[in-house]
């Protein structure tokens, strides 16, 4: 195995893993540290963890877990994935994540750079945009679990580590692959132990890619990918994510509340195709649990006779007013997990329904779905929007899923993801 990466959640995994496969690398993912050997011929794998919220040293030690079984399996080189939008709690999870891996593996360098062009992240100076506006500007200053206050990263990650934090910046990478390896040799010296790296195209990830070959370890979000399998001598190749035919009914379930997929089902709805909402707001907060269980027999209920007509949606997506209100109404954290519980439960019931085709929008809602489903790996497949493929999970009866983070997908996405689905198979 060439690349053994890390990814702090389930949706983060997929988009590592597409950006892989699409630059020639035969990939694997799984859910959770495997238990037992690599069993298949890869050059990559990608361990999707659960650990973006999770207190930092839970995080730490999952971390430390794929790590150990990464290298057992013969990792060349070890990549830890975090979002586009370098979101994580207040307390950090992407810095003492980082710092953990380092110690471990005796690394004196990094980098660090959540830059993916192609989905509108990008870094220059040091701040990251979200398309044309900075990222505390994009309306991740309102996620209901990791809230982006400061867009500049050198500052939010040296609030993370005790490691000095610099910046390789936009003249260096105009200058060439030499120029960043000289430049990382030059903040070696200064006693930086992490730099942000500017990037706001393709091609500065794809001028990046080899300055990095033999660092123990990289950090960043999923577009550095695109400029490693080259460090191996590999070029994309469209067999590389070639897919089993699909089969089953299909099904929508999302629980991302960003502006983007609140576009999304808005986008389906207006397609008068069917959808299921559920409105924790009408919960009463003395037995939650007996009525989320209520509405997810409501939701399947209502499911059942559709499904042989059609796709059909089920979300718990809705606009950044209602959630406020929900989160004051049940706490933050427990209103995500009553939700994600929801969901997941939902999924169960889809599934024995016969559904095999999965549309599944944001991170901790994929994370929860693709547990309650008992998926431990998937192979990876053509993508339907940046950083957004289709899967398989081999030998399970969850069949073709596409796990989708919450900022990524045009508005159209979930009818897209379905037609590009029979068109791969047609």
């Given at each position: 195995m060439k690349l053994g990466c890390i990814a702090d959640d389930f949706t983060g995994a997929t988009d590592?893993?597409?950006?892989?496969?699409?630059?020639?690398?035969?990939?694997?993912?799984?859910?959770?540290?495997p238990t037992a050997?690599?069993?298949?011929?890869?050059?990559?794998?990608?361990?999707?963890?659960?650990?973006?919220?999770i207190p930092a040293q839970d995080a730490i030690a999952q971390s430390l877990d794929a790590l150990k079984w990464l290298q057992a399996q013969g990792a060349e080189q070890i990549y830890f994935k975090y979002c586009s939008t370098f979101d994580s709690t207040p307390e950090g999870n992407?810095?003492?994540?980082?710092?953990?891996?380092?110690?471990?593996?005796?690394?004196k360098f990094t980098i660090a750079?959540?830059?993916?062009?192609?989905?509108?992240?990008?870094?220059f100076k040091g701040y990251l945009f979200a398309g044309a506006v900075l990222l505390n500007?994009?309306?991740?200053?309102?996620?209901?679990?990791?809230?982006?206050?400061?867009?500049?990263?050198?500052?939010?990650?040296?609030?993370?580590?005790q490691r000095k934090v610099g910046l390789i910046d936009h003249t260096v990478?105009?200058?060439?692959?030499?120029?960043?390896?000289?430049?990382?040799?030059?903040?070696?010296?200064?006693?930086?132990?992490?730099?942000?790296?500017?990037?706001?195209?393709?091609?500065?990830?794809?001028?990046?890619?080899?300055?990095?070959k033999g660092m123990p370890l990289l950090t960043a979000g999923s577009g550095v990918a695109i400029g490693l399998p080259g460090n191996w001598g590999l070029e994309s190749s469209a067999q590389a994510a070639a897919l089993p035919a699909p089969t089953g009914f299909q099904a929508i379930v999302s629980g991302s509340c960003s502006l983007a997929t609140q576009a999304q089902v808005a986008n389906y709805i207006s397609t008068g195709l069917p959808s299921w909402q559920f409105k924790p707001l009408n919960w009463s907060p003395h037995d939650v649990p007996a009525q989320i269980k209520a509405d997810v027999d409501a939701a399947l209920a209502w499911a059942k006779p559709l499904l042989a007509q059609g796709p059909v949606l089920v979300y718990a997506t809705t606009d950044a007013d209602t959630l406020q209100q929900v989160q004051a109404q049940f706490g933050r954290e427990q209103?995500?997990?009553?939700?994600?519980?929801?969901?997941?439960?939902?999924?169960?019931?889809?599934?024995?329904m016969g559904v095999k085709q999965w549309v599944i929008a944001g991170g901790?809602?994929?994370?929860?779905?693709?547990?309650?489903?008992?998926?431990?790996?998937?192979q990876i497949g053509p993508q339907i929007d940046p950083g957004v493929p289709w899967c398989f999970a081999p030998q399970h009866m969850a069949g073709h899923l596409t796990l989708k983070s919450g900022n990524f997908g045009t508005p159209d996405f979930f009818t897209k993801a379905l037609k590009v689905l029979a068109e791969t198979a047609a």
């Open positions: 590592l893993a597409n950006n892989l496969v699409r630059s020639g690398m035969r990939v694997m993912q799984t859910f959770g540290v050997p690599l069993s298949s011929d890869v050059d990559a794998v990608v361990v999707a963890l659960k650990s973006r919220t992407i810095g003492p994540v980082t710092e953990a891996l380092m110690d471990a593996l005796n690394c750079t959540p830059a993916f062009p192609d989905n509108g992240r990008t870094v500007e994009s309306g991740m200053q309102n996620h209901p679990l990791t809230p982006m206050t400061d867009a500049n990263l050198v500052r939010v990650m040296q609030a993370q580590t990478l105009a200058k060439g692959t030499q120029a960043i390896a000289d430049k990382i040799k030059q903040l070696e010296a200064d006693g930086v132990g992490v730099a942000i790296v500017d990037a706001t195209s393709n091609e500065d990830l794809k001028t990046l890619g080899p300055a990095l209103a995500g997990e009553w939700m994600e519980s929801a969901l997941a439960q939902v999924c169960l019931g889809l599934q024995a901790e809602t994929s994370g929860a779905c693709v547990q309650a489903l008992n998926i431990t790996q998937m």
